[in-house]
Every structure is written in C-alpha cells, then in structure tokens.
C-alpha cells in the first residue's frame, strides 16, 4: 500500500513538473492594434507613400516592452512619438504615434485605371514568436472617418497578426533550427483610382496628335510635304506624349497600359504614312479618283479600328 502512495505520489509530482514547464514555455500574448490618421505623399517614381498612426499593446507581463521593440518592416524611415503606458486590472496599456516614409512597389499595369494595395508590416525586434505572439485587435483598429485622398476611393481596411519566418536564426544560439519566427501584424489598405480625369489629362496629346494626323487622307497625295509632314510631326508628338507620361512612373519591365495605347498610336501613325505612299502611287499612275477612294476608306479604316481597339485596351484595364 506504501509502495503504491509513493508511486502516486511520484506520478502527480512528475505532472505537475511538466505542467509547470509548459506554463513557463508559453508565450505571451500581445493584443495589438492600428489607428491610421493620415496617407499622404503617394509617390510612384519614388516606390513610397507616407503615413501617420497610432499603434497600441494589450498584455499581461509587465516585463515587456512592445511599444519599444516595435519596427516597421517595410518603411524607409520612421518616428515616433506621444509614447503612453497605463495599467488596469493586471492588463498593460501602451502604444504610440508613428509617422513613417513606407516603400511601395506600385502595380502600374493598368494605370490610371489602377488599384493598389497599401501595408504597414509592424513586427517584434526582440521577442520571436516562442516568447510572444501578436493578436489583432480587430474590433478598435481602423482608418480616421475624415481621411481623404486625393484622386483616389478607400475601398477597405483590414488588420492581421501572426508571425513572419526567416531562413536564418540571425546566429542565436539558443536556436537549435537555421530560421526563426517573430511576431507580426499587418495593416492593409486597398484604394482604387478616380482614373477617368487623370487619363484624359495624359491622353489628351496622343489622340490629338494621332487624329490631326488623320486628316492626311483629305489632302491630295501629290501635296507631299503636308501629307507627310503632317504624320511625321504626329509621330513625334506621340512619342514627346509617351516621355511625359513616363516621367510620372517608375521604371518597370511590365507592359503597360500606357505602353500598349502608345504603341497603337505609334503603329497606327505609321499606317498612316504607308498608306500615303499606296495612295501617291495610285495618284501618279493616273488613278486619280481610285486614289481618292482609297483615301476615304483609309480615313474611315484607321480611324474606326483605332478607336476600337483603344476601346478594348481601356475595357480590359
């Protein structure tokens, strides 16, 4: 009967020693959130935005200091200020005010019809995740009601936590594994661009130029240097058009949209002038009202499949 007690005994002993041991190993909770103000300075040449917010803490080891091993991943630069710290009932209140210069890798594809996705990437610099995790405070974080930019709709906002991996274990050697884990969380804004005044704003060169040079198919084809010329000086024109768009976005080995409506422009400019040359040749064979039908159903060719095929570019956008 002895015997048995003490195995018992034994027994309880061994589990609470584990129960102990897992209570000690687990990690601490962090409840964290983002309150962004402002958005300003959305820069596409420069890959960055620049952003205001506030972030906060909810915890129970007094041992931490989130607020002050907190770093914005992806920013360029960072500060902070307004740090506050509270306690109530054992739960530990802190944050402050951030302001940060955030890079940006801006999809251009469809510009100005774009959508883009904007994140603050916030991690622990201290902590991996087996001493603490972050949990999203979903229900406090959100976007400022007055926030506003320009050219632009917020379509949404959305806060996440959990943890990001690294292939390396920065050579601790408490680590027994080549990666390591740290808290994470992000907060993500979508927005959509008011595009239609923007495109027009940049456009409006290109179709003027492509169309003036239209009107060579009502000029006589032995009128050369104003038929030509008139293509020639379109072609430019276009191109001077494509450099100013150019000079608004970041180098980028995508094709554009952008690209795509000034290489039709390009193209169809070119037919222009080829087609020119077909209706010279028709002129000084003696062909003359063969030449001028075929300039008229050029003008009506070029001019509808133009407009149709920047129809199609724009609707896939």
């Not at 039709?264 to 040749?281: G, P, Q």
Request: charged share 20%; glycine share 4%; proline share 2%.
């Amino acid at each position: 009967m002895k015997q048995f007690k003490r195995q018992h005994f034994l027994v309880l002993f061994a589990l609470m020693l584990i129960g102990t041991t897992q209570l000690q190993a687990q990690a601490d909770t962090v409840k964290i959130g983002v309150f962004v103000s402002d958005i300003y300075d959305l820069n596409l040449s420069e890959k960055s935005f620049s952003t205001q917010f506030w972030v906060w803490f909810n915890y129970r080891n007094e041992e931490l200091k989130p607020q002050e091993t907190l770093e914005v991943t992806n920013a360029k630069e960072t500060n902070g200020s307004l740090d506050f710290a509270e306690s109530e009932n054992g739960i530990h209140w802190t944050g402050k005010k951030i302001t940060a210069l955030i890079k940006k890798d801006w999809d251009i594809r469809k510009f100005p019809f774009d959508e883009q996705t904007m994140r603050i990437e916030l991690e622990d610099s201290n902590s991996d995740s087996e001493a603490m995790v972050y949990v999203a405070d979903k229900a406090n974080s959100r976007l400022d009601s007055n926030l506003a930019l320009s050219n632009w709709v917020i379509e949404s906002f959305e806060i996440s936590a959990g943890s990001k991996k690294y292939a390396t274990s920065y050579g601790d050697p408490a680590l027994s594994d080549s990666s390591s884990e740290y808290p994470h969380a992000e907060a993500v804004i979508k927005i959509k661009r008011n595009s239609w005044g923007l495109f027009f704003s940049l456009f409006t060169g290109m179709y003027v130029a492509f169309f003036i040079s239209s009107l060579v198919f009502f000029i006589d084809p032995v009128d050369v240097d104003p038929r030509f010329g008139l293509s020639v000086g379109g072609l430019f024109a276009a191109v001077g058009n494509k450099y100013i768009v150019d000079s608004i976005l970041p180098q980028s080995t995508t094709f554009t949209l952008v690209d795509k409506l000034h290489i039709l422009t390009y193209v169809f400019l070119l037919l222009c002038i080829v087609l020119s040359v077909v209706s010279l040749r028709m002129w000084k064979n003696g062909k003359q009202e063969r030449s001028a039908r075929f300039d008229r159903r050029s003008y009506a060719w070029i001019v509808g499949m133009y407009l149709l095929l920047n129809l199609i570019l724009i609707w896939q956008a």
